[in-house]
């Protein structure tokens, strides 16, 4: 029987999958309601870096920047080691152009092409060492959301700044205080959050029902079709019917220990995004009978936890990008050695965190440590303090390498044997052992008076005091689940379409499965996803 808050879509997450879908699907006709788990919008895209790596987009134009749709499925092709489905990828590919010029349409959204930004791999083929491809939403105001402007997730770090101005977009995290006031006195916010808001007031102009504090517990299953939803809506269950579909937009799975455990392929204990991202919609398409894909991968990323840093009631995953990468730094394992090139993109990273001794069966390189100089920390600051200014007192720190390989329980003359020869790396320019610095992408996030030479990463460890940081294996978000067509429609295990159940965002089998072209990776499927599964979900 019909009730009052009967729709023709539901939608249920409300990050970058979700309020695309409901864009799509309301500009369509559909009379849309959006359900959000959290008492705040956004998830975990309000408090990332907002950045859609989006290839073919409108603006290469404007700069003259070549790129091609051959380019960029070869390019992602390349880092997909032969995991990714190559209708997906297309499919990903054809709809990112329009999907940046309809999101720029129908919101007040203006991206720009973030200058020089490196595609994560530029030298592999179709790879663009010069960017092009990941842009900025740039700066929108909350003043214009109204009585929402207090029910969007904000990131007490970024909230403000644009993603140039951010570690992960090349700028050191900092503004000046002229510029932050205008920003604050404004409610200019910038990166997640400037791009998950504009959208949201194009959903409130169409009259979309946004709900908070409002979990999807299961799909209404009614002659094989999925009609609705059980929600429970300020603790309060009701059932709410959808004419036409459901979009499952509900994020990773990692918050869920249980699902983390069984399904991803190596360690992940520290999570970066929300943490109501618990992986219910996954659950709920398994018992809808969904075929799974991609589960095994996450959005890799080291993480560092700051004691007492708390976000969203959890301990805080920061992401380590800059420290990592800057001149006088390097990861070293549990032996003191090193084993990688730290300035490499953070979801390769992963991989090396996830690699095993086979004679002793233990993970090699975790524990994991970043370990830095006093001319570094000097320098640029470390983790929140500015350059000049005291480190924090919760970083360890002693007068020498050998202390301080005691202190954090590793091999003293390994340690001292690692410095050294990093130290002759630096003083050739060449890093022998991991090639760092090589990359056009290594070259970025670290100094960036060097910016485009191996000076701005390679620089040696040699000033006293030394320090070391604990670094976690971390993710921004899982990355597997239902698998979808190339309209976001969810697919049981003979390949069928379940009638009335779509999927876009972490939730879902990630288009580009383990490729992460640059930065942007996630958010630019999810959205062009995003929008095929809303507009399935109204038009089919
Ligand atoms: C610090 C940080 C920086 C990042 N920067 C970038 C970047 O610049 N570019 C990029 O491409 N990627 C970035 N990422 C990754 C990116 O944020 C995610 O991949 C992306 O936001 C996922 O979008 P989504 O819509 O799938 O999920 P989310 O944005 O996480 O939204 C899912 C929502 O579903 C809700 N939900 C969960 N269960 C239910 C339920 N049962 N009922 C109703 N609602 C539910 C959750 O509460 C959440 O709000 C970053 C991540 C982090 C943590």
């Not at 390349?78 to 990828?89: F, H, I, T, Y």
């Not at 297309?90 to 200058?115: M, Y």
């Not at 929600?231 to 709410?240: A, I, L, P």
Request: glycine residues 14%; hydrophobic residues 35%.
């Amino acid at each position: 029987m019909a009730s009052s808050n009967d729709v023709d879509v539901i939608v249920l997450g409300s990050g970058a999958g979700g309020l695309t879908a409901a864009l799509a699907a309301a500009q369509s006709g559909a009379r849309v309601a959006l359900y959000e788990k959290a008492d705040l919008l956004g998830g975990s895209t309000a408090i990332s870096g907002g950045v859609p790596w989006m290839p073919l987009n409108h603006h290469q134009d404007e700069l003259g920047i070549e790129d091609s749709r051959d380019e960029a499925l070869t390019y992602l092709k390349a880092l997909s080691l032969d995991r990714m489905d190559p209708a997906m990828a297309e499919a990903f590919i054809d709809g990112s152009r329009d999907t940046v010029k309809w999101l720029e349409d129908s919101t007040d959204l203006e991206f720009s092409i973030i200058p020089m930004y490196p595609d994560y791999h530029p030298e592999h083929p179709g790879g663009k060492p010069h960017g092009g491809r990941s842009l900025d939403p740039g700066l929108f105001s909350y003043d214009k959301l109204g009585e929402w402007k207090t029910k969007v997730a904000k990131s007490r770090r970024s909230a403000h700044l644009k993603i140039t101005d951010t570690t992960l977009g090349g700028g050191t995290g900092f503004l000046d205080p002229e510029t932050q006031k205008h920003r604050e006195e404004n409610d200019l916010r910038g990166c997640g959050a400037g791009l998950v808001g504009p959208i949201i007031k194009a959903l409130l102009d169409l009259g979309v029902n946004l709900n908070v504090n409002a979990q999807a517990t299961d799909l209404l299953i009614e002659d094989g079709r999925v009609s609705g939803v059980r929600v429970s809506v300020d603790g309060v269950e009701q059932t709410v019917r959808a004419r036409k579909g459901v979009v499952l937009a509900t994020g990773g799975f990692e918050w869920n220990p249980d699902l983390v455990r069984s399904f991803l392929r190596g360690p992940m204990t520290s999570p970066a995004g929300v943490p109501t991202n618990t992986g219910d919609g996954l659950l709920m398409a398994m018992r809808a009978g969904a075929s799974l894909g991609n589960m095994a991968q996450a959005w890799w990323v080291p993480t560092v936890e700051i004691p007492g840093d708390v976000a969203f009631g959890q301990q805080r995953a920061n992401l380590v990008n800059r420290e990592r990468t800057l001149p006088g730094s390097i990861f070293v394992n549990g032996k003191g050695k090193r084993f990688t090139n730290e300035a490499s993109n953070y979801n390769a990273l992963g991989g090396a965190f996830h690699q095993l001794d086979s004679t002793d069966f233990s993970y090699v390189n975790l524990p994991c440590w970043l370990i830095f100089d006093g001319r570094n920390a000097r320098t640029y600051g470390s983790f929140g303090t500015p350059p000049g200014q005291p480190i924090a007192d919760w970083i360890t720190r002693a007068p020498s390498a050998r202390a301080l390989a005691e202190k954090i329980d590793v091999d003293p003359d390994e340690l001292e044997h690692t410095i050294d020869r990093w130290n002759g790396f630096v003083a050739r320019g060449d890093d022998k052992d991991f090639g760092r610095g090589k990359s056009a992408y290594d070259r970025w996030s670290g100094d960036g008076n060097y910016r485009f030479t191996v000076e701005s990463t390679l620089g040696p460890i040699d000033e006293a005091p030394f320090y070391a940081v604990r670094v976690h294996s971390g993710t921004l978000g899982t990355s597997g689940g239902p698998r979808t067509d190339t309209r976001g429609r969810v697919l049981d295990t003979t390949g069928a379409v379940i009638p009335g159940l779509y999927a876009a965002g972490n939730v879902a089998a990630a288009p580009t499965a383990m490729a992460y072209g640059g930065a942007g990776g996630t958010l630019g499927p999810i959205m062009v996803f995003g929008r095929y599964a809303g507009t399935a979900a109204a038009t089919d």
